[in-house]
């Protein structure tokens, strides 16, 4: 085995081990050194960099590959990437559009998954589309509607018994008190709570996307408030309660009502409700930690 410090050979080398075992039909070994991969990916990423300074990097990416003679459309997408992060707006989907990567050769694919992969002629169910974030990943309509509600729980569990005052206090500066994470979830809820109707009653509704960088920034908008903490869990409470109604009450057919965002292109009604459910479980640690007095582990 490669020097763990090596971070790019480690890489490398685990990549190379889980497609050997792969090959091999050692299926459940494969996944123990993708799991690897993802930890040794998730740990990289931990030391965050500004909008400003993620834009800069893409872009001198962008101009490497341009030099290796890449396909243009990927450096096409990538400098309009950059100049999003620059720019502190999102990213919708005509500039960035929908992306796959082959799973036995690596090639990447704009727009759409060719049938056949002209680089290793491997077809088109070969290819993985990756996904903008992973709110999105596939989620069954019963499980998105016990997430939504079981996050709710678990929010109100980790502030019971806490006054405002307390929650107000950031554990440290430049890090959300409880209150300014709970004012980011309340705007978070009032899209879900907005969205979900229109998508139940209007045909193929177009969607607005949301600033990641309205401040407090995030991935949601946030308008600034003085409202203390439980007024805003209260209001958050009030919303959710009233989308779980709506949605315990839908038809199967229902959960495929579809609607056009920016961003993400098609969405249903089913996408929206497991994207909320994953925004606010992707917070809770953040709460938790907040009404303790500290920081997250990172």
Request: glycine share 8%; charged share 25%.
């Given at each position: 085995?490669?020097?763990?410090?090596?971070?790019?050979?480690?890489?490398?080398?685990?990549?190379?081990?889980?497609?050997?075992?792969?090959?091999?039909?050692?299926?459940?070994?494969?996944?123990?050194?993708?799991?690897?991969?993802?930890?040794?990916?998730?740990?990289?990423?931990?030391?965050?960099?500004?909008?400003?300074?993620?834009?800069?990097?893409?872009?001198?990416?962008?101009?490497?590959?341009?030099?290796?003679?890449?396909?243009?459309?990927?450096?096409?997408?990538?400098?309009?990437?950059?100049?999003?992060?620059?720019?502190?707006?999102?990213?919708?989907?005509?500039?960035?559009?929908?992306?796959?990567?082959?799973?036995?050769?690596?090639?990447?694919?704009?727009?759409?998954?060719?049938?056949?992969?002209?680089?290793?002629?491997?077809?088109?169910?070969?290819?993985?589309?990756?996904?903008?974030?992973?709110?999105?990943?596939?989620?069954?309509?019963?499980?998105?509607?016990?997430?939504?509600?079981?996050?709710?729980?678990?929010?109100?569990?980790?502030?019971?018994?806490?006054?405002d005052d307390a929650l107000a206090i950031?554990?440290?500066?430049?890090?959300?008190?409880?209150?300014?994470?709970?004012?980011?979830?309340?705007?978070?809820?009032?899209?879900?709570?907005?969205?979900?109707?229109?998508?139940?009653?209007?045909?193929?509704?177009?969607?607005?996307?949301?600033?990641?960088?309205v401040l407090p920034p995030s991935d949601?908008?946030?308008?600034?408030?003085?409202?203390p903490a439980s007024v805003l869990l209260?209001?958050?409470?009030?919303?959710?309660?009233?989308?779980?109604?709506?949605?315990?009450?839908?038809?199967?057919?229902?959960?495929?009502?579809?609607?056009?965002?920016?961003?993400?292109?098609?969405?249903?009604?089913?996408?929206?409700?497991?994207?909320?459910?994953?925004?606010?479980?992707?917070?809770?640690?953040?709460?938790?930690?907040?009404?303790?007095?500290?920081?997250?582990?990172?």
């Open positions: 085995m490669v020097d763990r410090d090596d971070g790019a050979t480690y890489l490398a080398e685990l990549a190379r081990l889980a497609r050997s075992l792969e090959a091999g039909g050692i299926y459940n070994g494969a996944k123990l050194l993708r799991a690897l991969i993802d930890r040794e990916l998730a740990r990289a990423g931990v030391a965050l960099l500004d909008t400003g300074e993620a834009g800069a990097g893409v872009a001198r990416l962008a101009d490497r590959l341009e030099a290796a003679v890449e396909d243009p459309a990927l450096v096409a997408a990538l400098r309009a990437a950059a100049a999003a992060a620059v720019d502190e707006r999102t990213l919708p989907q005509a500039e960035a559009p929908r992306t796959w990567t082959c799973r036995t050769c690596g090639r990447i694919s704009l727009g759409s998954v060719p049938e056949w992969c002209p680089d290793c002629e491997a077809p088109a169910a070969a290819a993985r589309e990756q996904i903008p974030v992973w709110y999105l990943e596939p989620m069954d309509p019963a499980d998105a509607v016990a997430g939504l509600a079981a996050g709710l729980v678990t929010l109100e569990g980790l502030l019971q018994g806490r006054p950031p554990p440290r500066p430049g890090e959300w008190s409880v209150r300014e994470t709970l004012q980011h979830l309340v705007a978070a809820e009032r899209l879900l709570a907005t969205r979900i109707p229109r998508l139940l009653e209007e045909t193929d509704p177009e969607l607005s996307a949301v600033a990641a960088w949601e908008a946030t308008t600034p408030t003085e409202l209260a209001q958050i409470r009030e919303m959710r309660n009233g989308t779980l109604e709506r949605l315990r009450g839908l038809e199967p057919r229902d959960w495929a009502r579809t609607g056009r965002h920016p961003e993400w292109g098609t969405v249903t009604v089913t996408s929206q409700a497991a994207y909320f459910t994953r925004h606010l479980w992707s917070h809770l640690a953040q709460v938790r930690a907040a009404a303790e007095g500290r920081v997250p582990c990172r």
